[in-house]
């Protein structure tokens, strides 16, 4: 697994990152980030050629990088969960008011080691695969960059796959429900018919005995 460009920002300010090579990810990275505005937290994941775009936007702060696509998303979120935490642990209220690139000289070196060390060291995912970290990270799904920036229309932020089921569960059952009031109110419609249609038929054949409409042979 490779994470080869991270950047840290506070809405479309960029606070810090660091590039392991010359790439376009800093362009997509910002692009994706316009894209995405707003103020809820978010866990989402972007495919882009080999390589995917994962971005966690939590207390204001985004935190964006890219890694090749073989990386699957638990590593890069526990990443990006390590890298928001020790940012605000250590700028604290200052992310609020920090100017672009405010922190860039100090923490791209952190970024730099943390991107080493989760690209490169296999205990990174053993150790944290055992903290259970990423069971706080929301399932996502990956849409096509280049589609969606081509088309100029607003990225979707992805839906967390468990609330997406459950929704689903929920219909299915309203659905199922409905269909059963209306499979009963159609049986008791056909019952009081066909009840309805018995008394009419009852009633010609002892009217027809009774030689008349009145019944009068079998009232007399």
């Known amino acids: 697994m490779t994470i080869v460009y991270t950047v840290v920002a506070r809405g479309?300010?960029?606070?810090?990152?660091?590039?392991?090579?010359?790439?376009?990810a800093s362009t997509i990275g910002r692009q994706i980030m316009e894209k995405i505005g707003g103020d809820d937290d978010i866990n989402v994941?972007?495919?882009?050629?080999?390589?995917?775009?994962?971005?966690?936007r939590s207390d204001g702060l985004t935190v964006l990088c890219m890694a090749d696509d073989v990386s699957g998303r638990r590593v890069p979120f526990t990443f990006l969960e390590g890298i928001h935490q020790r940012f605000v642990r250590t700028y604290g209220r200052a992310v609020l008011s920090a100017q672009a690139y405010g922190m860039n000289d100090e923490f791209s070196r952190v970024l730099s080691q943390q991107m080493e060390y989760y690209s490169n060291?296999?205990?990174?995912?053993?150790?944290?695969?055992?903290?259970?970290?990423?069971?706080?990270?929301?399932?996502?799904?990956?849409?096509?960059?280049?589609?969606?920036?081509?088309?100029?229309?607003?990225?979707?932020l992805l839906v967390d796959k468990t609330a997406t089921m459950k929704n689903n569960t929920l219909r299915f059952k309203k659905q199922s429900r409905r269909y059963r009031n209306a499979i009963w109110w159609r049986n008791v419609k056909l019952m009081f018919s066909l009840i309805f249609l018995l008394l009419v038929l009852v009633y010609v054949v002892v009217a027809f005995a009774c030689n008349g409409l009145t019944l009068p042979s079998c009232l007399a």
Request: proline share 0%; no cysteine.
């Open 121 to 156: 060291d296999s205990n990174a995912d053993r150790i944290n695969r055992l903290k259970g970290e990423m069971g706080q990270v929301h399932t996502v799904m990956l849409q096509n960059i280049d589609k969606v920036l081509e088309r100029g229309d607003r990225l979707e």
């Open 12 to 24: 479309s300010v960029v606070l810090a990152e660091y590039s392991v090579t010359q790439t376009n």
């Open 45 to 56: 994941s972007y495919l882009q050629d080999r390589f995917m775009f994962h971005v966690k």
